[in-house]
């Protein structure tokens, strides 16, 4: 996986001992089986469900022998050290890495119609924090799933050069990188104690936040600081490196071959269980036993010498599959192939003679040249990302145009009727807007003053996506229409419990608890608030008791502020969940068949029976809240899913949604817009008005 492949580390005193010149070809094959456990499990879950600690076995392996290269090449001075370290890490790290993003790049811009994060995210490998860029995605309303993001595992490169950048620094100030110096004995105890706390806020945020624990260096430390402790523990504790040595190592194989078939469920024992087995088998794999000579093994060792390639090129060529042909039993043969054939080309011919050979006389110069290429590079896919939509796709845009746009937020009238909806100045976007005004004159579609009746429409993006649907509300029937929308805003309230509050936390506050009183306090009698919100955290795979809590918590505030809106005679109306398209994360290019991807492209979302199965529970509760006579409920179930398969077309053909994030497209806004006046319209129901229940979905 990272630049520590075919290294030769020295041997730490009282581990396994190593052959020639310090190398442990063993090492080697112990890498192989890491990379091999990360492509079955990133071909497919099920066929090894916690493969992934296989970049947990990584980190290990580098926190060992980036400590075990420094003993060999001790420093005179800081920057002796620092020059000398980061030219051989970039010698090691920029060809592959750079041949691999830019091709992929490219390629990605053919076959993805919005390549823009997957070209940030290759941007930001270059440089080494792709894993902070895609820990801020994972916590990104608009975030791009990671499968459909060609470098998303780039993160784990990103964790180990942020170690790299600090443990030169730490080798030096406590002298075991100096000559002479010893240090070994303070650099193991300054690093335990780091390692302690790492592991420490590994376990707490895992079960909160998932994102940070994982892509994060700091939580990740923790497992490079195994590696190092362990070639440390020789000149530290000689008799307890003498008694991991003599460990029987073939168990421990075994032991982690297990841990790796462990559901994902089990993710932080799994996690140090595996880091813990590395640990020991690194130090107790010696030869006369058999897993020595499992491990060194020509066929394990050559793979784990282009383990780095293929770390590289595997998810690129999956991802990638998956945007065009996609994954199957009879393509994995064939993908897996492209795999080791690019893996191959680029260790022969660029990984391997570009280390070895001599950039430039000088350290400081290599190090230039390293960082120019990466400019170089970064430049490039800057200038494509900043090309137009669409300029380089292969693929046809099956939306008209003038029918979908780019950005949720441009500006809206209807034709013939006062006021223009402006977009930006009606929507919470982030933190900074916590004190934003929302001016209704700036967000209004007709005459608010003087209109019939008025509808503040409320939500998250959804809102600002349905701006097209009140076009005859407006011209025909005389109403006003004020959009408003905080990105990722829960419904209805400032609900911790709520999915999606943590980064939003701070607008969702501002939103509920200021904006929309102030705009309710405008409202008059027979006026109507429209809740219009992506209600698919309302109805969650499995249903359990957090999703039970949920929905509770949705109950309490769905019948809070439809009290506190009646008592000024002002009517709700809420949005029922649609389809769960953002779930299938696809731009509605990808969800035609193109000349590229024959099968359909990566969408893949539920049936109607699947989906109103799962949508049941939040379907009783707002028939019970509507025979109650709390709201009006708007559903578009229907319209969004109106055969057997839920797919991106509506009856007639036209394309639902305009983007991955399962935002309705102008064309499907103006198809619900009858429904949605039909409902805006009407008289208040009698108390036993019903939602109608559907028990056999239509036939197409």
């Not at 559901?263 to 932080?268: E, F, K, R």
């Not at 394990?300 to 090129?313: E, F, H």
């Not at 976007?429 to 509808?455: M, Q, W, Y």
């Not at 009783?620 to 969004?640: A, C, I, M, S, Y």
Request: hydrophobic residues 45%.
């Amino acid at each position: 996986m990272s630049g520590t492949t075919g290294s030769r580390p020295a041997v730490a005193p009282g581990i396994a001992p190593a052959s020639v010149a310090g190398y442990r070809v063993e090492i080697d094959g112990l890498r192989a089986l890491a990379v091999v456990a990360v492509i079955l499990n990133h071909i497919d879950e099920r066929l090894l469900p916690s493969g992934y600690l296989g970049v947990d076995v990584f980190f290990v392996i580098s926190g060992f022998v980036i400590t075990g290269s420094l003993t060999r090449r001790p420093a005179h001075s800081l920057a002796d050290l620092l020059l000398g370290f980061y030219s051989r890490r970039l010698k090691r790290l920029v060809p592959a890495l750079l041949l691999f993003v830019v091709v992929v790049g490219l390629l990605s811009c053919l076959v993805i119609p919005r390549p823009h994060t997957a070209l940030r995210t290759a941007i930001s490998a270059l440089f080494g924090f792709s894993n902070i860029y895609l820990h801020g995605q994972a916590t990104d309303y608009f975030g791009t799933a990671t499968k459909l993001n060609p470098f998303t595992h780039t993160w784990s490169l990103g964790v180990e050069e942020q170690y790299y950048l600090l443990f030169p620094l730490v080798a030096w100030l406590t002298g075991f990188a100096r000559p002479g110096a010893g240090g070994q004995r303070s650099l193991f105890g300054l690093m335990a104690v780091a390692s302690l706390a790492s592991l420490i806020g590994f376990v707490q945020l895992y079960p909160s936040q998932q994102a940070a624990a994982y892509f994060l260096m700091p939580p990740r430390f923790w497992e490079m600081g195994a590696g190092c402790l362990l070639f440390c523990l020789g000149g530290v504790w000689p008799a307890a490196a003498r008694g991991l040595g003599r460990l029987p190592p073939m168990p421990l194989v075994l032991a982690l071959g297990a841990v790796m078939v462990l559901p994902l469920a089990w993710a932080i024992p799994a996690t140090v269980a595996a880091v813990t087995l590395t640990t020991l088998l690194i130090a107790s794999l010696r030869e006369g036993t058999a897993a020595y000579r499992l491990f060194t093994l020509p066929a394990l060792v050559a793979v784990g010498l282009i383990s780095y390639s293929l770390y590289l090129w595997h998810w690129g060529v999956l991802s990638l599959s998956r945007w065009t042909i996609g994954l199957h039993w009879w393509s994995v043969p064939f993908q897996i192939a492209l795999i080791v054939i690019l893996s191959l080309a680029s260790y022969r011919w660029v990984e391997k003679p570009l280390r070895q050979a001599t950039w430039a006389q000088r350290r400081g110069s290599t190090i230039a040249i390293g960082a120019g290429s990466l400019a170089a590079g970064a430049g490039l896919l800057i200038g494509v990302d900043n090309l137009p939509s669409f300029s380089l796709y292969a693929g046809r845009n099956p939306i008209p145009a003038g029918m979908g746009v780019e950005s949720l937020v441009d500006p809206y009238r209807v034709a013939g009727a006062a006021g223009t909806w402006q977009g930006s100045p009606c929507i919470l976007a982030n933190e900074a807007d916590a004190e934003k005004a929302i001016p209704i004159a700036s967000c209004t579609l007709g005459d608010f003053t003087t209109a019939r009746h008025r509808v503040l429409v409320v939500g998250n993006s959804f809102s600002a996506s349905f701006a097209g649907a009140f076009d005859d509300l407006v011209a025909r029937d005389g109403y006003a229409v004020t959009i408003t929308s905080a990105w990722a805003a829960s419904p209805v309230g400032n609900f911790a419990a709520l999915p999606g509050s943590g980064p939003f936390a701070a607008i969702n506050r501002a939103y509920w608890n200021r904006v929309v009183p102030e705009l309710v306090e405008r409202l008059r009698p027979g006026d109507w608030v429209f809740l219009v919100n992506d209600m698919v955290m309302f109805s969650p795979p499995s249903q359990g008791p957090g999703s039970r809590l949920i929905l509770q918590t949705l109950r309490v505030g769905l019948t809070d502020f439809s009290t506190s809106l009646a008592r000024r005679g002002v009517r709700l109306a809420v949005l029922n969940g649609l389809p769960f398209a953002r779930e299938a994360n696809c731009h509605p290019a990808s969800a035609v068949p193109q000349w590229f991807s024959p099968f359909g492209g990566p969408c893949q979302m539920p049936g109607r029976v699947a989906s109103l199965g799962r949508r049941q529970p939040l379907d009783d509760l707002l028939r019970e809240l509507q025979n109650q006579g709390t709201l009006q409920v708007v559903d578009l179930f229907d319209l969004f899913c109106p055969g057997e398969a839920c797919t991106y077309r509506a009856a007639g053909g036209e394309i639902l949604y305009r983007d991955e994030h399962s935002h309705p497209s102008k064309q499907a806004v103006r198809l619900a817009a009858p429904e949605i006046r039909r409902v805006l319209t009407s008289a208040p129901p009698e108390p036993s008005a019903a939602i109608p229940q559907r028990t056999m979905p239509p036939k197409p």
